[in-house]
Nanobody, 120 residues
Framework: QVQLVESGGGLVQPGGSLRLSCATS????????MGWYRQAAGKQRELVAT???????NYADSVKGRFTISRDNTKNTVYLQMNSLKAEDTAVYYC??????????????WGQGTQVTVSS
């Protein structure tokens, strides 16, 4: 089991920055991959960024160059630094943890979500 608690969402003006945090209930090094997803009103949940246990990162094209995913192993926390925010970044952001407990098996855990609103 993995429990995830997100924080850091809020209201920001276009062009502004926010940093989201996701604290995990177990050692982050024991989790195969951590990620951030988002879901805008009336749309499907979409991948924003992921980071694997070996530190490899992946980003959606829409956020490349603006968002950075990182982690602090000592705090068991993953971050999403969001810069140059746009109105279209408005969504509920969810933290995820992916485990592969045995070959062919995948388990995903989700946080409760945090609202990010980009508006003037």
């Amino acid at each position: 089991q993995v429990q995830l608690v997100e924080s850091g969402g809020g209201l920001v003006q276009p062009g502004g920055s926010l940093r989201l945090s996701c604290a995990t209930s177990r050692s982050i090094l024991s989790i195969n991959a951590m990620g951030w997803y988002r879901q805008a009103a009336g749309k499907q949940r979409e991948l924003v960024a992921t980071i694997t246990s070996d530190g490899s990162t992946n980003y959606a094209d829409s956020v490349k160059g603006r968002f950075t995913i990182s982690r602090d192993n000592t705090k068991n926390t993953v971050y999403l630094q969001m810069n140059s925010l746009k109105a279209e970044d408005t969504a509920v952001y969810y933290c995820s943890a992916t485990l592969y407990p045995r070959p062919g098996m995948r388990t995903d855990y989700w946080g409760q979500g945090t609202q990010v609103t980009v508006s003037s």
